[in-house]
């Protein structure tokens, strides 16, 4: 499971420490779920592509994108930690920033 994060007119994705601007980013996010059943550490990874993840690429710092984000499964409302559930989490997040966020390969 993995995000496609695009820019948008309010939202763009430069590359740390340069001027290098992308269209989209692909991320893969690594979860660590508390063992109270309820909190989570959602850290992601940015790559160019899927073909420079697939090709050992160093992940990418972006300006503007938090390193890491801490979310709460909402036990009442049925959530669960879940892989999905942590991307489902973040997309809201970048979405709220103004970026348009897909989750792929599920």
Excluded: C, W
Excluded at 6 to 34: F, M, Q
Excluded at 53 to 66: K, R, T, Y
Excluded at 81 to 99: D, H, N, P, R
């Amino acid at each position: 499971m993995a995000l496609l994060i695009s820019k948008s007119e309010t939202a763009s994705l430069t590359i740390e420490g340069t001027s290098i601007g992308l269209d989209s980013v692909y991320a893969r996010i690594s979860l660590s779920a508390n063992q109270d059943g309820v909190g989570m550490q959602v850290v992601p990874y940015h790559y160019e592509s899927l073909a420079a993840f697939d090709a050992g690429a160093a992940p990418l710092s972006i300006v503007g994108m938090e390193p890491d984000y801490l979310f709460n499964a909402d036990l009442a409302a049925g959530e669960t930690q879940t892989i999905l559930l942590a991307s489902e989490k973040v997309k809201a997040s970048l979405e709220a920033k103004g970026y348009t966020v897909e989750i792929v390969e599920l």
